[in-house]
């Protein structure tokens, strides 16, 4: 007789094998298919993403989680999958699987509509997209279950123990120290100068540049590949497969960079989680903040550092003839220029969380039904007026600029803002603990920091949950002080002031 154990795992291995090909299909979609063929695609995917969905909740794994709960001879490892693998049957169980495919099926159409509406910067396009994404959102809310708010029960799937009223409890100070210090920067600093980045970069030679910062960090290249799409975004296809993408802009050498090693971020942790966690239900991230937290830790406290560009000028200039001339301090404090600007993925370190702040305060609003979608171009607009200063002269640039909502991704957005707090606090735990950090940079020398990550975070999946991982290497809970210090110092001594 096969024993329950053996069995729940085999189960979770099926799971894991139908959501590799999902995985795959949704790579295609998102880079190589034609035109074409995404109608197909789409029932495709749905009907797929429903044979996942009901091997998730089935309830032979119900039977077997109740079973193996009861059990005193699991190892560490076998009791935290059967916690997590339950914890997330317990609340996918609540959705009708009829509903989730059809979910599917509207969410890879979905996303199809927001490419389009995105290059012709039509919301009226995409708008009854968008509102099918909401009202699904809306049911999956309800069926979840919450106490408070149903914005609770979505942020739950990519934060676990997050909530609403939480998120504002953050928010609050964090917008306090940082609108007076962008204000600060803006009246009293001296910007750098970028006159000298701008101009054309071909495509192949950003996609070079791009492939030697991948390298340098430690991305496995003989794990996944390097492509380019619309939104950037980075997909564990299984194991030993994690790809990332990224896009290129003609006239910004740097922004396809800072997307890659972003990204490259996200794979440096896929590809450390370790082979015995793979197709357990803990081979994944802690948390999507968790996940942001080494992205932006990458992006920005790694690639953004002064000593990094000690050691990517030389290539920087060696790709980019007409950067021959450009020194060391001139590119570091070029790539650190503090601008309110319109687009996410292109904003600077001090205002990327004020873009955060304005999708949370709306989209925590759609859900509970104080905007409607058809008022939000106009309410975006205005948002970004309030927190940023700067208004979208399309919607391309505005309300149409992000995929998530496409995906019907409600929720994730404050996991970046809670990546950038988490990045911070880990950094300097860090420099506590290997000493000549910024050195190693200077040298193009990263893997003392990737190998600290490996132990402290990599290697656990998602055995901890977010907070208690942070307290676990850091020996405090999360704490917005890292990053506030780190900002107000670093751009204090850019700017001059």
Do not use: C
């Not at 909530?163 to 504002?168: E, G, I, N, R, V």
């Not at 928010?171 to 910007?191: Q, S, W, Y």
């Not at 070029?334 to 309110?340: I, M, S, Y």
């Amino acid at each position: 007789m096969t024993d329950t154990l053996t069995r729940y795992k085999e189960h979770l291995r099926e799971i894991g094998k139908l959501s590799s090909s999902l995985a795959l299909l949704h790579w295609d979609q998102r880079t190589h298919l034609p035109e074409k063929g995404h109608a197909a695609r789409a029932e495709v995917i749905g009907k797929l993403a429903k044979m996942v969905f009901e091997l998730s909740i089935s309830d032979d794994l119900g039977r077997y989680i109740e079973e193996l709960e009861t059990r005193d001879d699991l190892s560490p490892q076998d009791k935290a999958s059967v916690r997590v693998v339950g914890r997330d049957y317990r609340r996918h169980k609540a959705i009708p699987p009829d509903l989730f495919e059809k979910f599917a099926i509207a969410r890879s159409k979905s996303e199809t509509a927001w490419e389009k509406a995105k290059a012709a910067s039509d919301f009226a396009a995409f708008r009854p997209h968008l509102e099918e994404m909401i009202d699904y959102s809306r049911q999956f809310a309800e069926y979840y279950g919450y106490k408070e708010n149903p914005y609770d029960a979505l942020i739950e799937d990519y934060e676990p123990g997050m909530t609403a009223a939480k998120l504002k409890e953050i928010i609050a100070p964090l917008r306090d120290a940082l609108v007076p210090f962008i204000k600060r920067l803006g009246e009293d600093g001296t910007k750098p100068r970028t006159d000298f980045i701008r101009g054309s970069f071909p495509e192949d030679k950003q996609q070079e540049l791009s492939l030697h910062a991948l390298s340098a960090i430690g991305y496995d290249f003989h794990a996944g590949r390097l492509d380019t799409t619309v939104h950037p975004f980075t997909i564990g296809v299984g194991p030993g497969d994690v790809r990332i993408t990224t896009r290129f802009l003609s006239d910004d050498p740097f922004s396809g960079l800072y997307s890659s090693i972003h990204e490259g971020g996200h794979a440096l942790y896929e590809q450390g989680i370790p082979d015995e966690l793979r197709w357990t239900g803990l081979d994944d991230g802690a948390s999507m903040g968790i996940h942001e937290s080494q992205s932006r830790m990458w992006e920005n406290m790694v690639g953004r550092s002064r000593a990094f560009w000690e050691f990517f000028t030389p290539i920087t200039t060696g790709v980019f003839s007409q950067l021959s001339a450009a020194a060391a301090d001139d590119l570091y404090r070029a790539v650190n220029v503090v601008e309110p600007s319109l687009v996410r993925v292109e904003a600077d370190e001090v205002t990327y969380n004020l873009h955060i702040m304005l999708r949370f305060e709306l989209e925590e609003g759609l859900i509970n039904g104080r905007i409607a979608v058809n008022d939000l171009p106009q309410l975006w607009n205005e948002a970004m007026d309030r927190y940023l200063g700067v208004t979208p002269a399309d919607d391309a640039h505005g309300v149409l600029q992000d995929v998530h909502w496409s995906g019907g991704m409600l929720g994730y957005f404050p996991s970046y803002m809670l990546g950038n707090l988490y990045a911070a606090q880990l950094f300097a735990a860090a420099h506590r603990d290997i000493p000549g950090l910024e050195e190693d940079f200077a040298r193009g020398e990263f893997s003392r920091l990737l190998t600290w990550l490996r132990e402290k975070i990599h290697q656990f999946g998602r055995i901890y949950d977010p907070i208690d991982l942070l307290e676990r290497v850091t020996g405090e809970k999360p704490d917005s002080k890292y990053f506030i210090d780190y900002i107000t110092q670093k751009y204090s001594e850019i700017y001059k002031i």
